[in-house]
């Protein structure tokens, strides 16, 4: 395996001693998910959500499956195109565009674009015309670990105005979907974003959607609680739409993300410092907020930790990153225990930490570099290489 193009020529070979923190991506555990995914969903079109982890050997492994892609942004695109994705599978999931947005995606190839808002709905009839559009509902994201909250999606009353704005302005008015909420761990979400999206349909009658989008937000282990598999989602969707199959069967779709790469990946960390304040046990660890644990804010997500070789008693912590910034603490309310006897140097392991890390981490706060992807290829023959 080469360094894909698009990485930084530099990138080392990987040696005994890689650098902490880093994330162990599992390309054989992606191909996994995809394939169950596939399983649970038969005939459902899969657009990977590209922002969960873009990673170029990801991406490869999933053009290779078949996979369709969503994304979002011109540097999205380009990381699909480098990884072989036909322009047809590609679908411009976020309805919030710039002109140079539409035109690079255009000019590329792209003719599938969601949107929510008359502004957008003109912006695309002008600089995409004839693209296939569809509708974006806002739909109850209750049940989510990080809810979209209001931030997109049209009333059904809008969504069947869009439509028809849409189609008068040459665009072909195409589909309605959703997004309710990543982590979702209630699959009567999706029935109920599937009644709403058949409102609309009944709604426009004769130019009713003849695609539906399903959005993202299928589940993946953490801690905190049970999450319900890709199958009981499934279940879920399958009913739904078999209930309003008699008089509407639009040709689904849908937009995984971190439930094809979540559990691919574990993070690795390392001790920095044990200390106590006011009572409580803070472990300060090389990893936070900023090398990509963004998912930690307000503890939306409580990863599954492992200590390898310390396998003692163990307390209550608050779990802090080690940057200057007061914000970089990643656990101080939920109830996370480490052995007492840990200490600085011994390796914290974050599982399920394959999605939203990588493509989270910041740049260079405090000095310190973004998280680095170490791929585990499939073959175990095959050397790793360490990219950023
Ligand atoms: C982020 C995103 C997804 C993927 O969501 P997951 O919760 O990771 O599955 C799908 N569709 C759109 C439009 C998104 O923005």
């Given at each position: ?42 005939g ?16 490869a ?26 322009p047809?599978?590609l ?25 929510d ?16 559009v ?144 006011a ?10 907020r ?52 840990l ?46």
């Amino acid at each position: 395996m080469g360094v894909e193009p698009g990485i930084r020529a530099d990138a080392r070979p990987v040696t005994a001693d890689r650098p902490s923190p880093h994330l162990d991506l599992d390309l054989a555990a992606v191909r996994h998910a995809y394939r169950t995914m596939r399983n649970a969903l038969p005939g459902i079109e899969l657009c990977y959500a590209v922002k969960a982890n873009p990673h170029p050997a990801v991406l490869a492994l999933l053009v290779a499956e078949g996979a369709s892609f969503d994304l979002a942004s011109i540097g999205e695109l380009d990381l699909c195109l480098l990884a072989g994705a036909r322009p047809a599978g590609l679908s411009w999931g976020n309805p919030v565009k710039k002109i140079t947005d539409v035109r690079a995606a255009r000019a590329a190839g792209v003719t599938r674009f969601t949107t929510d808002a008359p502004a957008d709905v003109a912006l695309l009839a002008r600089e995409a015309p004839g693209a296939v559009v569809g509708v974006r509902l806002a739909v109850g994201d209750d049940g989510a670990a990080t809810p979209f909250a209001g931030k997109f999606g049209a009333s059904e009353d809008e969504a069947v105005a869009l439509l028809g704005q849409a189609r008068a302005a040459g665009l072909d008015a195409a589909g309605v979907g959703f997004h309710v909420g990543s982590q979702q761990r209630d699959p009567q979400a999706w029935v109920r974003a599937i009644d709403a999206a058949a409102r609309v349909a009944a709604c426009l009658g004769e130019h009713a959607p003849r695609e539906l989008n399903l959005g993202g937000g299928f589940p993946t282990p953490h801690a905190g609680g049970p999450t319900p598999d890709v199958d009981a989602c499934a279940a879920a969707i399958r009913d739904a739409l078999a209930r309003h199959a008699a008089w509407w069967r639009p040709r689904p779709f849908a937009e995984p993300g971190r439930a094809l790469v979540a559990d691919a990946g574990v993070l690795r960390a390392e001790v920095v410092l044990v200390a106590e304040r006011a009572g409580r046990r803070w472990v300060y660890l090389d990893v936070g907020r900023y090398q990509g644990l963004a998912e930690t804010e307000g503890e939306m997500i409580v990863y599954r930790l492992r200590t390898p070789g310390r396998g003692g008693e163990a307390g209550p912590v608050v779990l802090a990153g080690p940057t200057c910034d007061g914000d970089d603490v990643l656990y101080r309310h939920a109830d996370v225990r480490l052995p007492l006897d840990l200490a600085p140097g011994d390796v914290v392991e974050f599982l399920g930490a394959g999605a939203y890390t990588s493509s989270y981490a910041s740049v260079g706060f405090n000095g310190l570099p973004p998280l680095p992807t170490h791929v585990r290829p499939e073959t175990p023959e095959e050397g790793g290489i360490d990219l950023h």
